[in-house]
């Protein structure tokens, strides 16, 4: 399948930025034939998405290219969906269908003000995942992790567009310095896959970089997430 090419030639002929522009991409995720570097694709991709088209990718059967599909639909405000071969995939596809004709805020972004943070100090807040800009649909939930260095009270602020026109709104939220108890522990893990998905995309993209593998190591040990620079640590 020479994934590279279909993408390339779905997004070159979306060129009107006035209006929504999407592509359904039903795909396997393995590319045999053209460009076959996973995170070389996402870049071509990137490049040639010119008009903020977003990419729903459907995972078809079982061997699924599944982080390929993921990032795809990241990069590209879209979402991914996977369907067995014994399911329907006109029922995937028309639940799809069903979400998007009803956007709730579209090109959504997120901003944290702090009470006494000073501009000096740097971004109070950092490594957000997902970062940049995205959609929210009709009964859709969206997960943002991220790290902050300063502690205290806040304002998560939620700007979007909402039939056209631009709207904001905002609720007050307590950075904690440190956890009473161990409830929330379980966030600091999803940070830690998402930084650790970031650091293999970008060790795929541009090789080897040996600040980056120690700082994945030390992250991967710490969490306890396998990877494969981790990977002689595990009890076979």
Known sequence: TNIDGALSTALSQLQDSKRPNYVLFLTDGLPTTGETNEMKIVENATKGNKVRTRVFSFGVGYDV???????LSREHFGQTDYVRPDE????SVSRLYNRIESPVMTDVQLAFEFDEAKTAEGAPVSRLYPSGSFDLFAGEQLVVVGRYRKAGAARV??????????QKVDFPAEFSKHSKDETHAFIEKLWAIRR???????????????????????????HGILTPYTSFMADE
């Open 157 to 166: 602020v939620v700007k979007g567009s909402v039939a056209g026109k631009t």
């Open 196 to 222: 650790v998905g970031e650091i293999l995309d970008e060790l795929d993209l541009k090789g080897k970089n040996d600040e980056l593998i120690e700082e994945l190591v030390t992250i991967s040990t710490r």
């Open 65 to 71: 290219n599944s982080r390929l599909l993921e990032k």
């Open 88 to 91: 329907d995939i006109e029922a």
